[in-house]
């Protein structure tokens, strides 16, 4: 029970990331994006994923600590991309 609201927890959470990676490539800019702000919710997914693998408790939710911190990943590479087209 506890992994299937994990699950529902970082499902509802993760909606947001591929929707905030639409925008920033559609906005083209940097300005509204804070670099921190992705940095720490890596470090967060990644300290999930730790969690998961020293615990050796792997099960389907350490797949979705990874797409969701793919897609956060994401956004930081969108992130320096904007930059550029902001100089």
Known sequence: MAAILESVMLICFGFSWPMSLMTNLKAK?????????????SVGYVAGIAAKL??????????????????????????????????
């Open 29 to 41: 800019s940097a300005k509204g994006m804070n670099l921190w702000f992705y940095v720490m919710i």
């Open 54 to 87: 020293v615990s050796h408790n792997i099960t389907y939710v350490l797949a979705i600590y990874m797409i969701n911190l793919f897609f956060v990943s994401s956004n930081i590479a969108v992130y320096f991309r904007n930059r550029k087209f902001d100089k």
